[in-house]
């Protein structure tokens, strides 16, 4: 009867709170240190369209000849990897701008991936936040994700709004302004990554399926369009230290998980923004998603 209880309570309080903003009680971007761009990162490509306009804050964008790209200097084995982004207004449609782990470079065709990605969009129509976990390929050689795409509570458009990845052993979790809209818990070896990344940043031409499955196209009538980051984090293990060093957390507990306001928070998201969910897309071949089986 408690467990009904506490259960309703939860319940209330996120229904109380749909026009407002919840608070998650804890702020890990405030706990972790900012890292200048010069320090954590370097450019991948694209450097012409890429500008540095201090030493924590960049600018890249995408016209008809290329995007631009960047990447950290060292991969890391777990951490909190965090930026303030702020998208572009008006047609963006076919556009990616993405911040998220990778380790491709390294394993090409049999990587992992942790994604944030902006999906373009069309007039007087929300960005899309897709989140998507890969591990080595889904581990069948097949291309296959595991996507959880999000509306936002605010226009990022307007101003610059934190975006993080919390990758521990154990679990991974994403943020936006602090509040975790997703976590995706280590089931086992096969559907976790668990070999070194790199944290990348990218803008980038994806007509083929970024807006409405590829219905809207990228159209260059409205380039150059245009990514801002600023405020980095990368506090973790990089792949270099020592076995050791000790696995970040973005909760008030040292092993990791969420406390009970941050669980509320994140129904909130869920519930209220939630758009796709790749556990409850029944088209899709769920023998390669075994977390979602009942």
């Known amino acids: 009867m408690a467990h009904l209880f506490l259960s309703l309570g939860i319940i209330f309080i996120v229904a109380a ?4 903003n919840v608070s998650p009680g804890y702020y890990p971007s405030s706990k972790f240190r900012t890292t200048s761009f010069y320090h954590g990162f370097r450019n991948l490509w694209g450097p012409q369209h890429q500008r540095v306009d201090n030493e924590n804050s960049l600018t890249i964008w995408l016209d ?5 790209g960047f990447k950290s200097n060292v ?39 942790v994604d944030i990605e902006f999906l373009g969009t069309t007039f007087g129509q929300p960005y899309t936040l897709q989140t998507n976990v890969y591990i080595r390929g889904s581990g ?25 990845i ?32 790199w944290v990348y940043g990218s803008i980038w031409d994806a007509s083929s399926w970024a807006t409405e499955d590829g219905k809207y196209k990228a159209n260059y009538q409205y380039q150059p369009f245009v ?35 941050q669980y ?30 009942r």
């Open 140 to 164: 069948d050689g097949k291309i296959i994700g595991r996507e959880m795409k999000f509306h936002l509570w605010f226009d990022p458009t307007a101003n610059f709004h934190n975006y993080a």
């Open 64 to 68: 008809k000849n290329t995007g631009s």
């Open 227 to 261: 990514g801002r980051y600023t405020n980095f984090k990368l506090n973790g293990c990089s792949a270099y230290s020592y076995a050791s060093c000790r696995p970040v957390s973005a909760s008030p507990y040292r092993h990791g998980g969420l406390s009970k306001q």
């Open 264 to 293: 509320i928070a994140m129904y909130w998201a869920q519930r209220h923004y939630m758009v796709y969910n790749y556990c409850n897309d029944y088209k899709r071949d769920r023998s390669l998603t075994p977390e979602c089986w």
């Open 17 to 20: 709170s749909t026009n407002a």
């Open 166 to 197: 919390l990758w521990s052993p154990n679990e991974i979790i994403f943020f936006v302004d602090d509040i975790p809209i997703r976590r995706y818990q280590k089931k086992s070896a096969y559907t976790f990554p668990l070999r070194p990344m």
């Open 75 to 113: 991969p890391f084995r777990s951490g909190y990897f965090g930026a303030s982004i702020k998208l572009q207004q008006g047609y963006t449609a076919g556009v990616i701008t993405a911040f998220y782990l990778s380790n491709n470079e390294a394993h090409p065709g049999f990587h992992d991936e």
